[in-house]
Antibody
Framework: EVQLVESGGGLVQPGRSLKLSCAAS????????MAWVRQAPKKGLEWVAT????????YYPDSVKGRFTISRDNAKSTLYLQMDSLRSEDTATYYC????????????WGQGVMVTVSS | DIVLTQSPATLSVTPGESVSLSCRAS??????IHWYQQKSNESPRLLIK???QSISGIPSRFSGSGSGTDFTLSINRVESEDFSVYYC?????????FGAGTKLELK
């Protein structure tokens, strides 16, 4: 059974940093691209970052480019999201998601972790 | 960026009705559209990939169609467990974008 378990969320002040983790199990982690997708309170879904299976390629929307960094440790089957220079508009539930083939669609999702950016 | 416009925003139906949810892309995207269901306080679930391809484990009452700019998610005979929010997502070009969602609610 595929499982994705996020951790590392919490309350952080604007301008500070936070690092999310996603522990994966139930599939060959190193064979699949992974992504982070977020959802602001009462809002829709927003793609945040994608990393290819080997970690050599990463992709971001302009809203987080230069501030967020996605990475992975295939030996530990763990995905990460380093978030720097956080803003209030980054407040959201962050989901870790597995790509089905290539880099999309996302066929498995974690339960999500809440990040609140506030002073 | 490709904008996906979903309509209607809310659809009120009674169980047993069949419904169609629309997703329109701001430019042609071939069949690079995927549909997700998100129940209240749950994570999204992939329903349909590449406009019309089924996903293992998803009930057969869910189907998708369309190409280019206009796409439809159809639910044949809505069941009580189907009341949730449905999102479309495009993978034609980066950045990947989602529609704002259609909420399917009980009339």
């Amino acid at each position: 059974e595929v499982q994705l378990v996020e951790s590392g969320g919490g309350l952080v002040q604007p301008g500070r940093s936070l690092k999310l983790s996603c522990a994966a199990s139930g599939f060959t982690f190193s064979s699949f691209a992974m992504a982070w997708v977020r959802q602001a309170p009462k809002k829709g879904l927003e793609w945040v970052a994608t990393i290819t299976s080997g970690g050599s390629n990463t992709y971001y929307p302009d809203s987080v480019k230069g501030r967020f960094t996605i990475s992975r440790d295939n030996a530990k089957s763990t995905l990460y999201l380093q978030m720097d220079s956080l803003r209030s508009e980054d407040t959201a539930t962050y989901y870790c998601a597995k790509a089905r083939r290539g880099t999309t669609p996302f066929d498995y999702w974690g339960q999500g972790v809440m990040v609140t950016v506030s002073s | 960026d490709i904008v996906l416009t979903q309509s209607p925003a809310t659809l009120s139906v009674t169980p047993g009705e069949s419904v169609s949810l629309s997703c329109r892309a701001s430019q042609g995207i071939s069949t690079s559209i995927h549909w997700y269901q998100q129940k209240s306080n749950e994570s999204p679930r992939l329903l349909i990939k590449y406009a019309s391809q089924s996903i293992s484990g998803i009930p057969s009452r869910f189907s998708g169609s369309g190409s280019g700019t206009d796409f439809t998610l159809s639910i044949n005979r809505v069941e009580s467990e189907d009341f949730s929010v449905y999102y479309c997502q495009q993978s034609y070009s980066l950045p990947y974008t989602f529609g704002a969602g259609t909420k399917l609610e009980l009339k």
